[in-house]
């Protein structure tokens, strides 16, 4: 009787993703994006909404000659044109509050990039914006893509620097379109970026590119 020998499988969980392993070599490697559900983003949202309802309160203060704040008088203001201008930022800013707040609900971008060895294939998966149903409800689609490892022609690297810094690392297929892999805002630790550029180099058997701009 012949004895069947089952394969080890070794499965490593990680802060951002996992690893699974087959008789000590890699078959599936997963990480997880952060989408929305950033501290940015709430940080934005709580001072965008403070600074909307006090500029609110000080337009209406302005309008109805009424200080409506007992910290600073606004009723001398003029409400044509800077009662008008204060109602108008107050507005802008609590929609603006409210758009990042759906953004933070939905979590908006986050996802997982699943590079399986096995099958010589990538998985994107991002969150996206709701749609509008035939029910009238709101339903969020999500976006999933594939590509084999035979359209990959590398890896890229992209760093700018300068007022609106990104660091990206793009998977660059044969046909010229660049897939972020990773959220532009994310502005992690260069050495971090290498280190994980370098590594799914290595994972999908592909060169790695790097592009530095200075401006």
Do not use: H
């Amino acid at each position: 009787m012949n004895n069947l020998s089952v394969p080890s499988i070794e499965y490593q969980q990680f802060e951002d993703g996992y690893i699974v392993k087959k008789e000590g070599k890699t078959i599936t490697y997963c990480e997880s994006i952060k989408g929305a559900r950033q501290f940015t983003n709430f940080f934005w949202l709580v001072l965008l909404f403070l600074f909307g309802i006090g500029f609110l309160v000080a337009g209406f203060s302005s309008y109805f000659n009424f200080n409506f704040l007992f910290f600073s008088n606004f009723s001398n203001i003029e409400f044509i044109p800077q009662g008008i201008l204060l109602l108008f930022y107050g507005t802008c800013a609590i929609l603006l509050s409210f758009l990042i707040l759906n953004l933070i609900n939905w979590d908006i971008g986050s996802g997982t990039n699943n590079y399986d060895i096995e099958s010589s294939v990538v998985r994107l998966s991002r969150r996206g914006f709701p749609s509008l149903t035939k029910d009238f409800k709101f339903e969020q689609r999500n976006l999933y893509l594939v590509y084999p490892f035979s359209d990959i022609l590398n890896l890229e690297l992209e760093i700018i620097d300068g007022l609106n810094p990104t660091r990206v690392i793009y998977l660059r297929l044969k046909d010229n379109r660049r897939i972020p892999l990773t959220p532009s805002n994310q502005l992690k630790d260069l050495r971090y970026l290498e280190n994980r550029a370098m590594f799914l180099a290595r994972l999908l058997k592909t060169d790695l590119k790097l592009e530095v701009n200075n401006s």
